[in-house]
């Protein structure tokens, strides 16, 4: 499975202001994605980051709040902006691999970034 | 009503102990199911993968799917300490990339 690195692991930050979260594969993967999992919550998809293209975002989430990159193949951030307490979460950052059949894509993750927001 | 119904627990068990974990589904296109492990200020560590109806087993895990009754479970034979964390089910339709999760069951193996 593709190892992924994801940084920062923490941060406690002000209201207010935004933080940057990197995610790097050691393999091209051509579908990254980000999760958020809030307190006693399950995983919910931010967006899915696609190589040479804006992200997609899923329903009550939005560009101006959690702006995406994508540069290459093998990297992404995430940016939680204008942050506030609601924000405290863990984000995670996942990948697919696919196999030789089209439909069977696995999801692996990182491991996280647990933010706080005061 | 959430699309994948899980038990959030805690749940609790003594070392050895064959643990059940569940999940329900509403939606008929989920096609792929998935276990995921979750240790404390860790991301989740994909356990087990299956697509069809049945049991599929790998170790001391055993998926088993149910389309039918839309269930799914994940049983652990002769549980150790190191398995205690969270478990989540996930979810997929066919097409599409986007997985549903359940909210995740917290198990703890008593030593």
């Known amino acids: 499975s593709a190892v992924i690195s994801q940084k920062p692991s923490r941060d406690i930050c002000q209201r207010g202001t935004s933080l940057t979260i990197q995610c790097q594969v050691d393999?091209?993967?051509?579908?990254m994605f980000w999760y958020r999992q809030q307190p006693g919550q399950s995983l919910t998809l931010i967006a899915t980051?696609?190589?040479?293209?804006?992200?997609?975002?899923e329903s009550g989430f939005v560009i101006d709040k959690f702006p995406i990159s994508r540069p290459n193949l093998t990297f992404s951030t995430l940016t939680v902006s204008n942050m506030s307490p609601e924000d405290s979460s863990i984000y995670l950052c996942?990948?697919?691999?696919?196999?030789?059949?089209?439909?069977?894509?696995?999801?692996?993750f990182g491991s996280g970034t647990q933010l706080s927001v005061l | 009503q959430k699309e994948v119904e899980q038990d959030p627990g805690p749940l609790s068990v003594p070392e050895g102990a064959i643990v059940s974990l569940n999940c329900t589904y509403s939606?008929?296109?989920?096609?792929?199911f998935m276990w995921y492990r979750q240790y404390s200020r860790k991301g989740p560590e994909l356990l087990m993968y299956?697509?069809?109806?049945g049991n599929k087993e790998d170790g001391r895990f055993t998926a088993q799917v149910d389309k039918s009754s839309k269930y799914i479970s994940l049983f652990i034979r002769d549980s150790q300490p190191s398995d205690s964390a969270t478990y989540l089910c996930?979810?997929?339709?066919?097409?599409?990339?986007?997985?549903?999760f359940g909210e995740g069951t917290q198990l703890t193996v008593n030593p």
């Open positions: 939606n008929s296109a989920f096609q792929y």
């Open positions: 393999s091209q993967v051509t579908m």
């Open positions: 980051a696609n190589q040479g293209s804006e992200a997609t975002y």
């Open positions: 996930a979810m997929k339709e066919t097409s599409g990339s986007r997985l549903t």
């Open positions: 996942s990948v697919e691999e696919s196999r030789t059949s089209a439909t069977n894509e696995k999801l692996f």
């Open positions: 299956t697509y069809s109806s």
